[in-house]
């Protein structure tokens, strides 16, 4: 076959953040929060453009961020637990208004330690 006629694709540069449990959970807030400082997001997840702005900061925004709303980023993640007491803990947190209610799945009140 004549190499001209391939088509190249792109794979897409998107990454699901995945965090479980409780340790999972703590190093994914301070991962957030690190992530939130580099793109210059507030605690909403808004773009805070500054004076002199540069587009490094929104420069590859979309491999951990979706933009829910003009210059407003909401984190692709999914935040697990089994009790809902660790991820009311990140809701509470510096970076808990990035995300959506979506993005937290946990189980009921006292389903933590179990073990089958």
């Known amino acids: 076959t004549n190499s001209s006629h391939l088509l190249t694709h792109t ?3 998107e990454i699901i953040h995945l965090q479980v449990g409780q340790c999972g959970n703590q190093i994914g807030n301070a991962f957030w929060e690190t992530v939130a400082v580099e793109h ?3 605690k909403n997840g808004k773009y805070m ?5 540069d587009v490094t900061e929104l420069d590859k925004i979309g491999v951990y961020f979706k933009e829910a709303a003009k210059n407003r980023f909401v984190p692709r993640a999914a935040l697990v637990d089994l009790e809902p007491g ?3 803990v990140v809701k509470a947190s510096d970076v808990g208004g990035l995300f959506k209610p979506d993005n937290f799945v946990f189980g009921a009140s006292g389903a933590g330690n179990n073990w089958a």
């Open 11 to 13: 794979m897409p540069r």
């Open 40 to 42: 210059m997001l507030d």
């Open 49 to 53: 453009k500054p004076d002199n702005p």
């Open 86 to 88: 660790t991820l009311d």
